[in-house]
């Protein structure tokens, strides 16, 4: 899409109008790869979804099924020999084959992102004050000094940063505070668009409770949409909305999160829920095995090794995504269509016992 | 139920660390402190028990852990095992200690040597104990790897670490520790660096090995979910000392200390329907080098009462917290009142604030606390008085609560005085 070069001020203060109905990001059969010696690592292979303002979306399941893989793909920050295909709308204009000045452009005043581990993320030598200006004036260099303090104040304080500290350097912050700092960070262009990856993980307990209801508010008060990477199903149960469930390089199910975690249709689902320790766990559930090789995946239903309903039709024939009994989409052969699966196709799966050695 | 035996017996353990190198002493505004990694702790392991020790980071978990196995010196107090004193142990005798107690750490990747296959991994202890038969050691390590599940052994012997799983790995662990025939496993947080789906799977493994071989385990984790689930007894601990501790069934039935409280409004719920809203405690668990007066949790603690330890930093909490929701030029008006913070930096119990006036000084405390009544901060508060060009704010003398019986636990906070002593008529 061509655009008019606007003034980075004047842009600032035109933005789209973002309260319309249509989804801030549409994803169409989004596919990244990894070449290596081996062949490609297919980690995300064929996803799907829509994300509207002011939604999160929870995206769940095992590691190395994919989920960071995809969050740096929506931004276009992939490692170099990273390849990816396939359709990523940014309100309608699609940030995979624009020009990388453009995406980079997007990418801060429009998409930002959190990470895991904060502190990698911050330059151990810049007071943040330094951090708010640097990344306010890539994006909007004529603002001035006063408007850029102004600006980043207010972002500190919404994340319970006093304006006192605004000329300290990241060390002299607990680890909760440099994780809000990095929201702050990311939050003081007011990108319509953020993916979190694991943004709670390395924090204690009670921290990570308090940057989950940030996090919460965060959609209410800005309409900012989320996607909020996890492995964490009590986090997607507070915090989101809805909720993607990933495995082996595709979302199996996505749906909101009350009916999905209610009624979860795929096995996958199910057992991740069922093996999740929470304070109302009464016995261990696990699900035997461990995700496949993303380099030579199962044909078929990339679960059916694991998976306790599988069927012969599962061993050979790719399950189509449906709607969702409930809203939403699954794909699942267990739950249809069944006009589809051939004659004898729902005879039980004869699988291969799985045992430690082929555990996670 | 009948009372198991003792095992371990742990009376008023110390464990110091120097703050070497004064510059984080300077940053702290203090001569070369120490840090309490454990400050006091007394607690018993029962013959068959799976004692829980749960809290935040800092809490002195780890250090707890380590010292039971004479990997942290004692500062002082008694660890006593066998009857005998671990704590005056000479190495060998330790290093003798270690068939009997052995410990599990977080990450199975760090804790596992690149350049040893899993036969060498888990063959090494008994080599370094003096048994010399190859033949002898190979039966016991097989013995061991078919024990945590890793079968058939002939895959898993020659591997190196870098083959195997993070699941893998922490069985390679498990059988390690298990190899020498133990009787306590000391685990330090042994599932929380793996995946979810994993976590459940060696849980089960700690169970059934716990079943077999008749062990004792001390639980080391932050999460609360877990040592429900796994623990019989749990110890919540916060900044170096046990706030709470009993039966979990009694703990998780009616938590008492106002931080247990906090921490299990903290875990989230699967359940999206039981997933509200939470009122959580503000803030984060303390240097521990230079810890709050009075009760190490009253700055987060939404119960606190005057007597809990009130301090000048509590007062730098709360302006800088106010000033997260004035406007710019309050703000800058404020603050130019008030001046300096840096005199709010250390825990003194009587201090001078402000330097725009003692009206000005005053009117910005008043207006904060009628923003913020239930503020327990105020509760600490002893006097305000006109001072130069500014306030002296003067605090209750804190106490440090000790652990003490409460229904059936022992807790460590003002809100639960003795319910026990000398008391034949109390049960
Ligand atoms: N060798 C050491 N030298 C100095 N300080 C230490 C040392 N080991 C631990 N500490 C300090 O002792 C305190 C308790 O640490 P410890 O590792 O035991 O806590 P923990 O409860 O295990 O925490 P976590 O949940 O992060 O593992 C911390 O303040 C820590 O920084
Ligand atoms: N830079 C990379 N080069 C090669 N393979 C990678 C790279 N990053 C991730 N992968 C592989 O891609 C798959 C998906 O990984 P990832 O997206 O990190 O999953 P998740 O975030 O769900 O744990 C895994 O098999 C992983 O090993
Ligand atoms: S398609 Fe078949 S194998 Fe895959 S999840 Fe559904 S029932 Fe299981
Ligand atoms: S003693 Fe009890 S009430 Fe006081 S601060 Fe500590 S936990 Fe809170
Ligand atoms: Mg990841
Ligand atoms: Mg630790």
């Given at each position: 899409m061509t655009q008019p070069e606007l003034d980075p001020v004047l842009e600032a203060e035109?933005?789209?109008?973002?309260?319309?109905?249509?989804?801030?990001?549409s994803a169409r059969d989004v596919r990244v790869w990894y070449g290596t010696t081996r062949g490609a690592i297919r980690a995300v292979d064929g996803v799907s979804f829509d994300l509207a303002p002011g939604e999160t979306l929870g995206l769940v399941g095992e590691s190395g099924c994919g989920k960071s893989t995809l969050g740096r793909g929506l931004m276009g920050l992939l490692p170099a020999g990273a390849k990816r295909d396939g359709e990523v709308?940014?309100?309608?204009?699609?940030?995979?084959?624009?020009?990388?000045?453009?995406?980079?452009?997007?990418?801060?005043?429009?998409?930002?992102?959190?990470?895991?581990?904060?502190m990698t993320r911050l330059n151990p030598l810049l007071r943040v004050s330094a951090h708010f200006e640097e990344a306010i004036r890539q994006h909007e260099p004529k603002l001035p000094k006063r408007e850029v303090t102004q600006r980043a104040l207010d972002a500190l304080r919404m994340m319970g940063i006093p304006p006192t500290r605004y000329r300290s350097y990241p060390h002299e912050f607990s680890g909760g505070m440099r994780q809000r700092l990095m929201i702050a960070l990311a939050l003081v262009l007011r990108p319509a668009f953020i993916v979190a990856d694991e943004p709670t993980t390395a924090l204690d307990v009670l921290v990570e409770a308090q940057i989950v209801q940030i996090l919460?508010?965060?959609?209410?008060?800005?309409?900012t949409s989320l996607l909020l990477i996890t492995h964490n199903v009590g986090i997607v149960a507070e915090a989101c909305d809805r909720v993607a469930v990933m495995y082996a390089g595709r979302i199996v199910e996505q749906g909101r999160v009350a009916d999905v975690f209610a009624a979860p249709q795929h096995p996958y689902t199910r057992e991740l829920l069922r093996s999740t320790i929470s304070l109302r766990t009464t016995g261990l559930n696990f699900i035997p095995g461990s995700p496949p090789d993303l380099i030579d995946p199962p044909p078929g239903c990339r679960f059916a090794p694991r998976c306790p309903q599988a069927m012969a039709v599962c061993a050979t024939t790719d399950p189509i995504t449906i709607e969702r009994p409930g809203g939403g989409q699954v794909e699942c052969w267990a739950v249809g269509p069944t006009d589809l699966i051939p004659a004898g196709g729902t005879a039980r799966l004869q699988q291969e016992e799985l045992a430690v050695a082929d555990e996670a | 139920m009948p009372t198991k035996p003792d095992l371990i017996d742990v009376r008023d353990l110390s464990v110091h660390f120097g703050l070497r190198g004064g510059t984080l002493g300077r940053?702290?505004?203090?001569?070369?402190?120490?840090?309490?990694?454990?400050?006091?702790?007394?607690?018993?392991?029962?013959?068959?028990?799976?004692?829980?020790?749960?809290?935040?980071?800092?809490?002195?978990?780890?250090?707890?852990?380590?010292?039971?196995?004479?990997?942290?010196?004692?500062?002082?107090?008694?660890?006593?095992?066998?009857?005998?004193?671990?704590?005056?142990?000479?190495?060998?005798?330790?290093?003798?200690?270690?068939?009997?107690?052995?410990?599990?750490?977080?990450?199975?990747?760090?804790?596992l040597n690149?350049?040893?296959?899993?036969?060498?991994?888990?063959?090494?202890?008994?080599?370094?104990?003096?048994?010399?038969?190859?033949?002898?050691?190979?039966?016991?390590?097989?013995?061991?790897?078919?024990?945590?599940?890793?079968?058939?052994?002939?895959?898993?012997?020659?591997?190196?670490?870098?083959?195997?799983?993070?699941?893998?790995?922490?069985?390679?662990?498990?059988?390690?520790?298990?190899?020498?025939?133990?009787?306590?496993?000391?685990?330090?947080?042994?599932?929380?660096?793996?995946?979810?789906?994993?976590r459940a799977k060696i849980l089960q493994l700690m169970l059934d090995l716990k079943q077999d071989l008749g062990l004792s385990y001390v639980?080391?984790?932050?999460?609360?979910?877990?040592?429900?689930?796994?623990?019989?007894?749990?110890?919540?601990?916060?900044?170096?000392?046990?706030?709470?501790?009993?039966?979990?069934?009694?703990?998780?039935?009616?938590?008492?200390?106002?931080?247990?409280?906090?921490?299990?409004?903290?875990?989230?719920?699967?359940?999206?329907?039981?997933?509200?809203?939470?009122?959580?405690?503000?803030?984060e668990v303390p240097d521990a080098a230079v810890p709050p007066l009075g009760c190490s949790f009253h700055p987060r603690c939404p119960e606190a009462v005057a007597q809990c330890g009130w301090e000048a930093r509590d007062l730098r909490t709360l302006l800088e917290t106010h000033w997260t929701r004035r406007t710019p030029e309050e703000y800058d008006a404020e603050s130019a009142a008030v001046g300096s913070l840096d005199a709010l930096a250390r825990p003194d119990t009587s201090v001078h604030v402000g330097r725009g006036g003692a009206d000005a000084v005053r009117s910005i405390l008043d207006r904060i606390r009628d923003e913020e009544p239930d503020e327990p901060l105020w509760r600490g508060v002893a006097d305000v008085t006109?001072?130069?060009?500014?306030v002296r704010v003067d605090f209750h003398p804190g106490v440090d609560p000790a652990l003490r019986r409460a229904g059936g636990v022992?807790?460590?906070?003002?809100?639960?005085?003795?319910?026990?002593?000398?008391?034949?008529?109390?049960?």
């Open positions: 035109f933005q789209p109008d973002v309260t319309g109905d249509g989804p801030v990001i709308r940014f309100r309608g204009e699609d940030v995979l084959t624009m020009s990388p000045r453009d995406a980079h452009r997007l990418r801060g005043s429009q998409l930002g992102m959190i990470f895991q581990e904060p919460n508010d965060l959609r209410r008060d800005f309409r | 940053l702290v505004g203090r001569d070369a402190g120490v840090v309490r990694a454990v400050d006091g702790i007394s607690v018993t392991l029962r013959e068959g028990e799976v004692l829980g020790l749960v809290g935040e980071s800092g809490s002195g978990k780890s250090t707890f852990g380590r010292a039971l196995l004479g990997l942290a010196p004692a500062t002082s107090g008694t660890i006593g095992f066998d009857g005998a004193d671990l704590t005056s142990m000479s190495r060998s005798e330790l290093r003798a200690l270690r068939q009997s107690i052995q410990m599990v750490f977080q990450d199975p990747s760090a804790a690149p350049s040893m296959t899993v036969a060498e991994a888990v063959g090494d202890a008994l080599r370094v104990h003096g048994m010399k038969s190859s033949v002898e050691r190979r039966e016991r390590v097989v013995e061991a790897l078919e024990r945590v599940g890793l079968s058939p052994v002939q895959l898993f012997l020659d591997k190196y670490p870098r083959d195997l799983s993070g699941g893998q790995k922490q069985r390679v662990v498990l059988a390690r520790a298990i190899v020498m025939g133990p009787r306590v496993l000391v685990a330090d947080e042994p599932i929380s660096m793996l995946d979810m789906s994993v639980y080391i984790t932050h999460d609360l979910a877990s040592a429900k689930f796994f623990c019989d007894r749990i110890a919540i601990m916060y900044l170096g000392r046990i706030v709470e501790i009993g039966d979990t069934e009694e703990i998780f039935a009616n938590p008492r200390h106002p931080y247990t409280k906090a921490l299990l409004r903290a875990a989230p719920d699967p359940d999206p329907a039981r997933a509200v809203a939470k009122d959580l405690p503000r803030g006109d001072d130069g060009a500014g022992d807790v460590a906070c003002v809100l639960y005085p003795d319910d026990s002593p000398d008391d034949s008529a109390g049960g």
